[in-house]
């Protein structure tokens, strides 16, 4: 990037001041509100070329895909979005047009989920584009959905379906905010994460820090088409990742009150239920296959 | 790095919960509390290998530096930092250590600050080390200190003392949090920044916020002895950046009550006064010259 000095100036153009921002880019921090009485919600992460995305993706898309991670994970965690802040590691020489159609993917998607960008960073360096999105969100206290509370009868629900994200969807999925918003509404969840590795190995972190198992039918695995038809398929959906998809669980009552007024297109699959067993794959005759050992880990 | 879990259940075991912290690292967040009746205060700054750091510095010294930069935008706010969230992206097949090494820097000086360390995430890559760090500080409503406040007849004030800051002193400096506390509690300045990019920079950036000039003193400004003396002396302390001092405006009145009471090693000195004129280098016969391009952009 030929002049950092240039980039900041026309951030500062696009900067949101008002509701809730006192000051936003150009200082040396941002000020901002939080709804009173609420927490802080505090997610972070990083997408790198060559890992998350392809040098020849559209940065607007890349952009995009750095923030809406982050929303997926403060969905996850039944709070709501408020602000963003973006650092870029871009290349030696990067054209100035980069950092501003990554900046403007990220601008429409935080405008789309009533998000503001108030702050960040670009450094220059000898190597791909990385980049990494904070995004603060708020929650009422102690009604964050966590990874630990899943129960023995509790129901296993995905948002969405599940595999094949890569190499397209992955890029403009939709962060399942409204849809936690509205679980939390109705149900709440007793546990929730996001799908970013795979149902295989994010069920099991769930199981892990619920202290329980679960019996999951396989037949009830909600396949996205854009997983090939045949006998690698379901492997696909629990393994591929990057779905960004809601998986939670419920007490049975409260699964009927969520089914019953669902008011999203997306679809909800209970594809089983926890146990204080192990985490098993059971098949239609009722026979429990261990859990797979696969999915998706970004190193 | 070979196991990202494993370098996860790590960093679990480190995460401080507790004192306005209810849940810390191992969830898809964190959820913090903010002090009753305060202000965010937000800051996201990004270093990266080749330009802020080399290849043979020690981790943990990177990895605080990382920290130490957002502290110093906290404190140039006048606010008191409280959270911190990392992102890593790391060379492919980096040493298991060194995540290690560079959280523990990063814990060290989060401890030494009463900052917690409560998200991030870690990726490999083709490239090399980026660290991305966001720092979450409070401040009581209508307090933060801003570029934008100075006024002519302020005093234009510097911490410590200027330039050959790298390739040593960048890896250790010590943030002005607690001498930005006292600042805003003796004064408070009317306009404040840190000196990252040299004060030639800097300054020009605090006045053209504020829509101000300055009579800078030469024979004030305060030469670090790490600058070798001779006739480019004052240019490196005004160009060489890095400095992570404080540079503040303050009125007259309120100059004198923090010069009476100031309780910290530190040294404050006085270097000139806001104008409404331009900014200008005054020399010890009061003839002025324009002030130099120069300074310390990282692109």
Redesign the interface.
């Known amino acids: ?5 240039e980039f900041h100036r026309w951030l500062r153009g696009r900067a949101e001041v008002g509701t809730g921002v ?2 936003s880019i ?9 709804p009173e009485g609420t ?14 995305f392809l040098s020849d993706d559209a940065p607007e898309l890349v952009g995009r895909k750095a923030l809406a991670r982050n929303l997926s ?2 969905a ?2 039944g ?1 709501t979005p408020l ?1 963003a ?5 871009l290349p030696r020489g990067c054209p100035d047009d980069v950092p501003r159609r990554i900046t403007t993917g990220m601008l429409e998607l935080a405008r789309e989920f009533g998000v503001r960008l ?11 584009t ?1 980049l ?1 999105v ?1 995004v ?2 708020s ?1 009422a206290p102690g009604a ?1 959905v ?3 509370g899943a129960r023995p009868g509790d129901v296993v629900v995905v948002t969405g379906r599940l595999g094949g994200s890569f190499p397209h969807r992955h890029l403009r999925f939709t962060p399942r905010v409204a849809e936690a918003r509205s679980l939390v509404a109705l149900g709440p969840p007793s546990a929730m ?2 799908l970013s590795d795979g149902m295989a190995l994010d069920l099991r972190r769930l199981c892990e ?1 619920s202290g329980v198992g679960a019996d999951i039918e396989t037949a009830r695995i909600p396949v996205h088409p854009d997983v090939a038809a045949g006998p690698e398929a379901i492997r696909h959906a629990l393994e591929d990742g990057e779905d960004y998809e809601l998986l939670f669980t419920i007490g049975p009552d409260a699964w009927e009150s969520v089914r019953a007024s669902w008011p999203h297109e997306v679809p909800l699959t209970p594809v089983g239920r926890i146990t204080a067993g192990a985490l098993r794959l059971v098949s239609e005759g009722g026979v429990g296959v261990p859990w797979p050992r696969g999915g998706h ?3």
């Open positions: 990037m030929a002049d950092e000095l006192d000051i150009g200082d040396d921090g941002a000020v901002c509100a939080l927490r802080m919600v505090l997610v972070a992460d990083a997408i790198a070329e060559g890992s998350h994970d403060i996850a965690m709070a602000y802040l973006a650092t870029a590691a108030v702050g960040g960073d670009t450094v220059s360096h000898d190597g791909k990385v990494s904070t603060v969100g929650v964050a966590l990874r630990s994460m996001d820090a880990v970004h190193t």
